[in-house]
C-alpha cells in the first residue's frame, strides 16, 4: 500500500512538472520553424463544422464554418516592417472575421475572399527579430484567428488554400508544404537579386509609387484628440476623379470633430450619442460634431468655400471633388483638407496615434481605383505658414497608395464607334457594352451583334435609332435580327472616323456625345495608336500632346472654351424631336514620314485604347471594310433612306 502512494505521488509530480513544459511547447516555434532563417509562415485548418441550410441537393454550395490560424514568424535578420501574407482561399470562402490583420485592399469585413486575398496586419504591422527581442516570440510573431465560411468541402475532407506566401518586396517563398492534411508550412528567405533603395537601419519604409498616394499626417496631437491632414496626389497620367467619395474605417471608436476642406456627406452623431463615445465625452457638445459613423464618407467642397474662414482657407481645397491628372494640370492634381479626431480610451496620450483602416476612393465616370493599407513612413514636411524660410514637420505620417484596377465583372462606362471614308456604314459601339439594362422598356436581344448604322444615326438617342437601323438593314441587306440587339447603354460615345489618307499622311475627326445628365468640365481623351503615334501632328479644335514613354498614347483635351461637355438636353421640339446629347468635335492629323509603309486602312489609322476622363472605352470587335464598297452620291443614299423610314413608319 505504501508503494503504491508512493508511486501515486511520483507520477502527480511528474504531470505537475509536465503541464507547464507543455504549455510552454504550445506557444514556441515548431521545429520547421526553427529551421527557417527567414520568415515561417503556417496556415493551419482547426475546426469546422456543417451550417444551414441544408442542401443535399446541390453538396457543392452546402455552407461551412471554418476557423483556421495564419502565423506570421520572423526569424531572420532584419525587421519585417508592414508585414503583408497571401492567402490562396479557393472555397468561395466568405470571411467574417480575422484578428490581428486587415484586408490590404481596403475592403471591410465581412468580405468574399474565395479568389485568395493579402492580409495585412493590424495594429501590429511589424515584427521585430529575435536578436533584437532575446527572442520574445510575443514580439517577432503574429497569430491571425480567421473566422467564417467556406463553401463544398464537409469532413473528413479540409477546406485548405492553394498557396500561403509573404508579399513583402525583396523575399522570395518556394511551394507550401504540407504537414498531414490541415497545416501547410512554407519559409521566405531574402532574395539575393533584389536591390532595395533604403537600408536595414531606416526606422521607417520608403513611400511607394502608385497611380494615387494618400498621405495620412497627424500635425497636432493631444492627450484625447489630434489633427490630421490627408492629402490625394495623382501621379497616373490617365488618371483622374471627379466628385471624389474617400471613405475609411475607424478601428478604435474614433470620431471627427470638425473639418476644413471637405465635409462628411452625411452629418450624423446618433453612434456616439448613444455610444461609448457619449458616456466617455460627457462635457463635449455633440451637436457642433461633424460625424461618428464607424466608416464616413469624405466629399469635397465648392469653390466658394475655400476663402471661407471656418471651412476653408487650405490650400489645393475646395475644387467640387475634381482631381485632374498631371499631364493635364498639375496644379489641380491635389486635393488637401484636414480634420480633428477625438480618440477613445485606451488610446488617451499624445503619443497613441493609430491610421483608419480600409480606405477606399471613387468619382463619377472615373477609373475604379484599389487601395492598399496604411504603412507608415518618415514625417512630411510642409512650409512654414508664416512664409520662414524653413518646414515644418508632421507628427507621423502614413501612406496609402491606390492603384487603377478592373474589377470582376465590370462593365466599361464609355464606348466607340468606327467608321471610314471607304465605308457609308458605321461600326457602332457593341451591344451592352456598358451593360444591358435590368428591365429593358422592350424586349431586345442582349446576344445579337450591334447592327451597322448610318452616321446619322449617331446623333439621336439609341433608343430612337430603330427605324434608321431598319432602313439602312434594307438598303445594305443586311441581316434584322429578331429581337434587335439591345443598346450600348454607355453615358459616352466616341467616333472615331478616318477622315483621309493621301501620300504623305493621312486624318481622322473624333467626335465624342454626352447621352448622359452630367456636364463634364475640363474633360479629357486619350487614344493609343499601336503604329501611328510617332507621326501625330497635331488637333484643330482641341488641344493634344504626345505622352511620353505612355504606350504611344495621344492626350487631347478641350481648348479654353470648349472643355465643357454639356449634357443630353431637349430638343428644340420635345414633344417631336429626341433629345440631344452634348458633343465636341475635332479633326488629327498625321504625317508618314516617320512611319514609312503605314497601312492606315488596314487597321494602323485606327486606336487600340480609347480613353475618357480616365476610364477605357469599349471597342468594336471589328474594322470598317472596303470590300463591297460602292461609291454613291451622298444626296441618293440620303433620299432613298429618307423613303424607306416612311415606309416603315407608315407600316
Not at 511528474?14 to 526553427?34: R, W, Y
Not at 457593341?430 to 449617331?458: D, H, M, N, V, Y
Amino acid at each position: 500500500m505504501a508503494f503504491s502512494l508512493i508511486r501515486l505521488l511520483v507520477l502527480d509530480l511528474i504531470v505537475a512538472a509536465l503541464i507547464p513544459i507543455a504549455l510552454c511547447q504550445s506557444e514556441a516555434p515548431s521545429p520547421t520553424a526553427d529551421s527557417c532563417n527567414g520568415i515561417f509562415l503556417s496556415y493551419a485548418y482547426t475546426s469546422g463544422a456543417k451550417i444551414p441550410p441544408n442542401l443535399n441537393s446541390d453538396p457543392t454550395e452546402q455552407p461551412y464554418r471554418f476557423e483556421s490560424t495564419l502565423t506570421v514568424l520572423n526569424n531572420g535578420l532584419e525587421e519585417l516592417k508592414s508585414w503583408r501574407v497571401f492567402v490562396g482561399f479557393q472555397h468561395k470562402e466568405y470571411l467574417v472575421s480575422a484578428s490581428g490583420a486587415v484586408l490590404a485592399n481596403g475592403t471591410s469585413l465581412p468580405a468574399t475572399v474565395g479568389g485568395g486575398v493579402v492580409f495585412a496586419g493590424y495594429p501590429s504591422t511589424d515584427l521585430k527579430t529575435a536578436i533584437e527581442t532575446a527572442g520574445d516570440t510575443t514580439q517577432m510573431q503574429i497569430q491571425v484567428q480567421f473566422v467564417g465560411t467556406q463553401f463544398g468541402v464537409g469532413s473528413p475532407n479540409v477546406p485548405m488554400p492553394t498557396n500561403v506566401s509573404l508579399v513583402n518586396d525583396g523575399f522570395v517563398c518556394p511551394k507550401p508544404t504540407m504537414q498531414g492534411t490541415s497545416e501547410m508550412q512554407v519559409c521566405c528567405t531574402k532574395d539575393s537579386n533584389y536591390k532595395s533603395n533604403v537600408s536595414s537601419d531606416d526606422e521607417f519604409l520608403p513611400r511607394q509609387n502608385g497611380d494615387l498616394t494618400i498621405m495620412y499626417d497627424v500635425t497636432r496631437t493631444y492627450e484625447s484628440s489630434y489633427w490630421a491632414q490627408i492629402t490625394i496626389s495623382n501621379h497616373n497620367p490617365l488618371g483622374r476623379l471627379d466628385d471624389w467619395k474617400l471613405s475609411w474605417d475607424w478601428m478604435k471608436g474614433e470620431f471627427i470633430n470638425s473639418m476644413k476642406g471637405a465635409y462628411p456627406d452625411i452629418v450624423d452623431t446618433t453612434d456616439c450619442i448613444f455610444g461609448e463615445q457619449g458616456q466617455y465625452y460627457q462635457d463635449l457638445d455633440f451637436s457642433n460634431v461633424l460625424n461618428c459613423e464607424r466608416r464616413p464618407t469624405i466629399i469635397d467642397l465648392p469653390p466658394t468655400k475655400a476663402n471661407d474662414t471656418t471651412l476653408g482657407l487650405i490650400p489645393f481645397c475646395c475644387r467640387n471633388g475634381t482631381i485632374l491628372p498631371p499631364t493635364m494640370d498639375p496644379s489641380k492634381s491635389t486635393s488637401v483638407f484636414q480634420m480633428n479626431v477625438y480618440k477613445m480610451p485606451p488610446d488617451l496620450n499624445r503619443s497613441e496615434l493609430t491610421p483608419p483602416q480600409n480606405w477606399n476612393i471613387s468619382g463619377t465616370l472615373n477609373p475604379d481605383y484599389q487601395c492598399g493599407s496604411p504603412v507608415r513612413v518618415s514625417p512630411s514636411e510642409f512650409p512654414d505658414t508664416s512664409g520662414l524660410p524653413s518646414n515644418s514637420t508632421a507628427v507621423a505620417s502614413w501612406q496609402v497608395v491606390c492603384n487603377i484596377t478592373q474589377p470582376k465583372g465590370a462593365s466599361p462606362k464609355c464606348c466607340v464607334s468606327f467608321s471610314a471614308y471607304y465605308n457609308e456604314s458605321v461600326v457602332p459601339c457593341k451591344t451592352c457594352a456598358c451593360g444591358c439594362p435590368s428591365t429593358p422598356s422592350q424586349t431586345c436581344s442582349t446576344t445579337a451583334a450591334a447592327i451597322l448604322l448610318p452616321s446619322e444615326a449617331l446623333l439621336v438617342p439609341f433608343e430612337n435609332r430603330t427605324a434608321l437601323t431598319k432602313a439602312w438593314a434594307e438598303l445594305k441587306h443586311l441581316t434584322i435580327p429578331n429581337p434587335m440587339p439591345c443598346g450600348d447603354n454607355c453615358g459616352v460615345s466616341i467616333n472615331w472616323h478616318l477622315y483621309t489618307d493621301y501620300s504623305r499622311g493621312w486624318t481622322a475627326r473624333i467626335t465624342i456625345f454626352n447621352w448622359g445628365e452630367t456636364s463634364y468640365v475640363d474633360w479629357f481623351a486619350a487614344v493609343e495608336m499601336d503604329k501611328a503615334a510617332p507621326g501625330f501632328e497635331k488637333m484643330y479644335s482641341f488641344n493634344a500632346t504626345a505622352l511620353d514613354g505612355v504606350n504611344n498614347t495621344i492626350f487631347m483635351q478641350g481648348i479654353e472654351g470648349l472643355n465643357y461637355l454639356v449634357a443630353e438636353t431637349d430638343a428644340a421640339n420635345p414633344k417631336k424631336d429626341p433629345r440631344v446629347p452634348g458633343k465636341q468635335q475635332s479633326v488629327i492629323s498625321f504625317t508618314k514620314k516617320p512611319t514609312p509603309g503605314i497601312n492606315v486602312a488596314g487597321g494602323a489609322g485606327f486606336p487600340s485604347k480609347v480613353f475618357f476622363n480616365g476610364e477605357e472605352c469599349s471597342l468594336p470587335s471589328v474594322l470598317p471594310t472596303s470590300s463591297s464598297y460602292k461609291k454613291s452620291p451622298a444626296m441618293t443614299i440620303s433620299v432613298l433612306l429618307l423613303i424607306v423610314v416612311l415606309m416603315l413608319m407608315q407600316q
